[in-house]
């Protein structure tokens, strides 16, 4: 019944591991993204994938890689993770008129 | 580049007051604007979606209204309740990515 359902809610690490993190949404939305959550609170865009199209915020590190094996699923690959990467990742989707549902989010803590 | 402000940072009222919450945005070229709620160490909950072409949307509670041209938009509650405590976000499309951006937004405290 989950609209935007992201896997695992929680993820311990340690350095140097790659990790992923799946998300599904079953709204039927057409695009999908990859949010950042700082220990700020502060809420910062990574990917947004449209259609095979994918568009990358030119902050995040290449070590990051968003993959979409069909239009209701997008991952984060993660390789060579890093302290700094300890964060909360929230998948969404959006379409237009309706506007973005947002996953309940993975907290990665890197160790 | 989009940017958005929220005031106040954070707010702490009595139960049953009404209160406003504030949110400017410096590119005035928006489609919608939409403020969610994020309970601590929770997902955020959209609460409210304002298209362009609309004033204002209300939800029970809730109000929120929506002026392009000054690149404002409140968010109105009405009777506050102690289960309205929480973080409320304004958020915007126009982030790098084609995503939102959004503010640092308002920590409600209702106090019972």
């Known amino acids: 019944d989950t609209a935007v359902s992201q896997t695992p809610k929680y993820l311990v690490t340690q350095m140097g591991n790659d990790k992923s993190i799946k998300c599904e949404q079953n709204?039927?939305?057409?695009?999908m993204y990859w949010y950042k959550q700082d220990s700020k609170k502060f809420l910062k865009i990574m990917f947004s994938y449209n259609n095979k199209e994918l568009i990358i915020n030119e902050t995040v590190p290449n070590r990051f890689s968003p993959k979409s094996p069909d239009k209701a699923h997008l991952n984060l690959h993660i390789n060579s993770l890093e302290l700094g990467d300890s964060a909360v990742y929230f998948c969404?989707?959006?379409?237009?008129?309706?506007?973005?549902?947002f996953g309940s989010g993975t907290r990665l803590t890197v160790v | 580049k989009q940017e958005v402000t929220q005031i106040p940072a954070a707010l702490s009222v009595p139960e049953g007051e009404n209160l406003v919450l504030n949110c400017s945005f410096t590119d005035s070229a928006i489609y919608n604007l939409q403020w969610f709620r994020q309970d601590p160490g929770k997902g955020l909950t959209s609460l409210l979606l304002i298209q362009s072409s609309q004033r204002e949307q209300t939800s029970g509670r809730l109000n929120a209204s929506l002026d392009k041209s000054s690149g404002r938009s409140t968010l109105y509650i009405a009777a506050s309740q102690p289960g309205d405590s929480a973080t409320y976000l304004c958020?915007?499309?126009?982030?790098?990515?084609?995503?939102?951006?959004f503010g640092k937004g308002t920590h409600l405290i209702i106090q019972p």
């Open positions: 969404a989707s959006s379409q237009t008129t309706t506007g973005y549902t």
């Open positions: 709204l039927g939305h057409d695009t």
């Open positions: 958020a915007v499309p126009g982030g790098g990515a084609d995503g939102l951006t």
